[in-house]
């Protein structure tokens, strides 16, 4: 039928006690939810929207346009070759490899001048803290933040078996004293990592962690995943606290 909706369809598994959240976001962005299915450590969320059609018209003409560019600019590239002239552009880059080379080094003080971000240093990082782990405060973050290291305060908020392995895990973490009731802040990730991953340091290390228990976390900033709603980190260090 030439009225017929036809829809595309989407899968997302989330980490148990995010489905509200990913179904919020999800639903913003136009997706009506299908089915949930819900597991011992993750649910799986079916969302479904209608396809937007295709605009073909406008794709033809300007497959058409972009043609004829290129004959016109092989017409002219036919005519120009043959004078003889050399542009500034065929010149040998030599001169300026050297000069790339020859660029000094950083040295000592300032490589060590390249702080840990904190809420205390970094005010955005701060109101990161504050904000909802679905904000695109953590998309700005993680894109202008990526590889740099951070430390904060946090909790365990749940921990999970990767895969079929009974020796590593997946953290999701949060700022805060909650652990699993944490309300506030980004969705930290640690993925498919071992407890000596996570480096525990402090005066009294534990045979065991779990959710609720609280940690000085020092990681580096990976992706964030916008429809998780997750921020993925590398653990550097992990204190007892």
């Known amino acids: 039928m030439a009225d017929e909706i036809r829809y595309e369809y989407k899968t997302v598994r989330t980490v148990r006690g995010t489905d509200g959240l990913m179904i919020s976001k999800m639903q913003k962005d136009g997706w009506e939810l299908v089915e949930r299915s819900p597991g011992t450590l993750r649910s799986t969320l079916d969302f479904r929207r209608p396809k937007k059609p295709q605009p073909w018209l406008l794709i033809g003409a300007v497959s058409a346009v972009l043609v004829a560019l290129a004959v016109v600019i092989g017409v002219a590239s036919a005519l120009g070759g043959g004078n003889g002239k050399k542009s500034e552009s065929d010149k040998p880059a030599v001169a300026t490899s050297e000069k790339s080379s020859a660029a000094p080094a950083p040295t000592a003080a300032e490589s060590a001048a390249a702080e840990v971000i904190t809420s205390q240093n970094t005010p955005e990082f701060a109101a990161l803290l504050k904000a909802d782990s679905c904000d695109d405060a953590n998309l700005d973050f993680a894109t202008g933040h990526e ?51 996570l480096k525990l340091t402090g005066k009294k290390v534990p045979d065991a962690i779990g959710a609720g228990d609280k940690f000085r976390f020092i990681a580096k900033v990976g992706e964030f995943d916008a429809i998780q709603c997750l921020l993925s980190l590398d653990p550097v260090s992990t204190e007892i606290r």
Do not use: W
């Not at 079929?164 to 990592?193: I, M, S, W």
């Open 147 to 197: 590889g740099q290291t951070i430390a904060f305060d946090g909790s365990i908020v749940n921990m999970t078996p990767h895969g079929d392995y009974d020796t590593r895990y997946d953290f999701l973490l949060g700022p805060g004293d909650e652990g699993p009731n944490t309300k506030v802040g980004p969705a930290f990730r640690y993925e498919d990592v071992n407890i000596r991953d």
